[in-house]
């Protein structure tokens, strides 16, 4: 199959396919990719894919949608014609989270993610099928992939024959401002970091976070003991017009952040794990895979029951190694952990809802609004799943008297395949059997009794295990500050019961608090504080009074409503850290410790030119 994109009209977010596509005779079905790996859910653009046309031997040729398949495209005959040739649009729309389809694109940069820009026949396997891509670029852009290009002229690219599966694999990032950086580690695969921003200010990467970037390839490959590929580059794009996250390749990954993410302390904190999570991935995830998550095509559901294995174990080890790698202090670490333990304890939603449930509905769950988060629960087996490794960490450490932890499971899990195969799927039995093989422990009830069971209080039990607890202060750390700050929002959870934006929006609120008691309801917006008109700064001053006055009056505009809505309250300011236990072994410290030898650094380089 051959591709050509023309993204020369990207800053305007649209994209101009051609495609040649081989097909047999009689009618062909051609498919638009819906599941895509790592999204964990029907999440292909097909809104996106617009002024569609086919041709046979020079001539048009009709299609129609399949019935019951938004996806798929019959064409009832092809003229005796062993090729298709296809044209269509993509487009994107503006903005980020809640937009009918995430952007990617500004006028200054561009994310290629290759499945919404293709179609392929129905039927085919994606690792057999192979494509030669080609794309052009804005003129004076500059790229970045995990892709190899065959040729490259001022503004196209062609790029060395794939498999489908590959090409889906491998996103382009690529813009006008545009740096690159070395994180290879001594004697390892070559890894790369090229970033692309709406501005050049952006690009301006302090040097303590670059070595923290070349310590974190290092401290990979120390937990795990090998690379599961021959190069790695990390994809970043700093912009406030696409929405934050990252997504995983085996190769490489998209992370998305923030214009000013490398300037602002706080979210430089605050999005510390980012990296570090995906590039965790290539292990978990990539090359180790749930088998419910290994399919022949990208139009197969997947069984998404064992993401406490796939996200949950990759969150614990993108949170280990910003610590281990120097991206976060120790006592950052703590803190985060503090607010993962706090956060958990209190959503009511555990109530009702397993952590095994949030896994099995991820593919809708994650598409849910953000209002009654805490009581609908989100995709908590994120979060809560790095106090339930962090567990099993402690109990390995315990059980052999600190002989082996829960790095040697990794190793086991993750490390060394003799023929490096792309995908190695496991079942929940073969995660069991190899903690088992680390230490002999009743591994099937541990996690049945904090995956599949309801649990009030998953804190607990976690950090004791590791010598900690947690408790609430009237001062939030600088941790807790910073995820305020990055995320716009002031978290009252602890106190009121209440999140709230800084613009005043009522984003969730916490049933059994004084917010819920009060009737207030998401979505609403703060319009006054104690009779006072809104600011964060109004809003915290009065949680401060509150054991003074008893109370803390809102005035609400809901809808077209006005509303007072009063609040008894007198606890003050409760914000979450972690305390050490007396006469316990502190075994998260021990957790959180580099492995990989500090002399091996490199120091601060300048960026790679483009």
């Known amino acids: 199959m051959h591709i050509e994109v023309d993204a020369s009209d990207a800053p305007q977010r649209i994209l101009h396919v051609r495609q040649t596509i081989p097909v047999g005779p009689g009618p062909v079905t051609l498919v638009f990719p819906k599941w895509l790996p790592g999204e964990h859910g029907p999440t292909g653009p097909i809104n996106d894919l617009v002024n569609l046309h086919m041709r046979a031997r020079g001539k048009p040729v009709a299609w129609q949608r399949a019935p019951r398949d938004a996806y798929a495209f019959v064409v009832p005959s092809t003229e005796g014609a062993d090729a298709l040739d296809v044209s269509f649009d993509a487009v994107t729309s503006v903005g980020g989270r809640g937009a009918p389809s995430p952007a990617s694109a500004t006028p200054e940069l561009l994310v290629l993610k290759w499945n919404a820009v293709l179609l392929y026949e129905s039927g085919v396997a994606v690792s057999e099928a192979r494509v030669e891509a080609s794309l052009r670029l804005p003129p004076g852009w500059s790229w970045g992939s995990a892709l190899i290009a065959r040729s490259e ?3 196209r690219l062609r790029f060395a024959p794939v498999s489908l599966e590959t090409l889906i694999d491998s996103p382009v990032v690529a813009g006008a401002e545009t740096t690159r950086f070395d994180l290879s580690p001594p004697g390892g695969p070559p890894h790369k970091l090229f970033a692309a921003a709406d501005s050049a200010r952006a690009l301006a990467l302090p040097p303590e976070t670059l070595a923290g970037y070349r310590a974190l390839v290092r401290e990979a490959g120390a937990l795990f003991g090998t690379y599961p590929y021959e190069s790695y580059t990390f994809l970043l794009t700093l912009s406030d017009h696409l929405p934050f996250g990252g997504l995983e390749h085996h190769a490489s990954s998209d992370n998305r952040v923030a214009e000013d993410t490398w300037l602002d302390p706080h979210k430089r904190l605050f999005r510390s794990a980012l990296l570090p999570h995906e590039l965790v991935h290539s ?3 990539k090359y180790r895979r749930p088998q419910g998550l290994v399919v022949r095509d990208y139009q197969q559901a997947h069984d998404t029951r064992l993401l406490w294995v796939y996200e949950g174990l990759t969150s614990y080890w993108g949170e ?6 120097g991206l976060r202090t120790r006592e950052q670490a703590q803190e985060f952990l503090a607010m993962t333990a706090a956060g958990m304890d209190a959503q009511t939603g555990r109530t009702w809802r397993s952590l095994a449930d949030t896994a099995a509905t991820a593919p809708h769950l994650g598409q849910a609004v953000k209002h009654w988060r805490n009581l609908r629960r989100g995709l908590d087996y994120y979060p809560e799943m790095v106090l339930v490794w962090l567990e099993a960490d402690g109990l390995v450490r315990q059980a052999t008297q600190g002989a082996r932890t829960l790095d040697d499971f990794c190793r086991r899990f993750a490390g060394p395949s003799g023929d490096r195969v792309r995908v190695s799927p496991y079942e929940r039995n073969d995660v069991l059997e190899l903690l088992r093989e680390v230490a002999p422990l009743d591994w099937d009830a541990f996690f049945t009794s904090r995956i599949e069971a309801i649990v009030a209080q998953p804190s607990r039990t976690a950090l004791g295990n590791v010598g900690w607890r947690l408790v609430f202060t009237r001062e939030p750390t600088e941790t807790f500050r910073a995820l305020e700050a990055a995320s716009r929002e002031l978290n009252l959870t602890y106190s009121l019961g209440l999140v709230v934006s800084h613009e005043g929006e009522v984003v969730d609120v916490v049933p059994g608090t004084a917010a819920a008691r009060a009737r207030v309801p998401p979505g609403a917006r703060v319009v006054a504080v104690n009779g006072r008109k809104f600011s964060r700064e109004r809003l915290l001053a009065a949680v401060e009074d509150s ?14 409503f006005f ?8 606890g003050g300011p409760r914000y979450p850290r972690l305390e050490r236990l007396e006469h316990a072994p502190d075994l998260l410290g021990s957790i959180l410790t580099a492995r990989a030898p500090s002399s091996q650094a490199k120091p601060p380089t300048p960026p790679i030119g483009d």
Do not use: C, D, I
Not at 547 to 560: D, M, S, T
């Open 153 to 155: 002229s001022p503004t």
């Open 283 to 285: 292990w978990n995830g």
């Open 320 to 325: 280990v190694l910003a610590a281990r790698a």
């Open 547 to 560: 054991p003074r006055r008893r109370k803390v009056e809102l005035l609400l505009e809901n809808q077209e």
């Open 563 to 570: 509303e007072a809505h009063e609040l008894v309250y007198a």
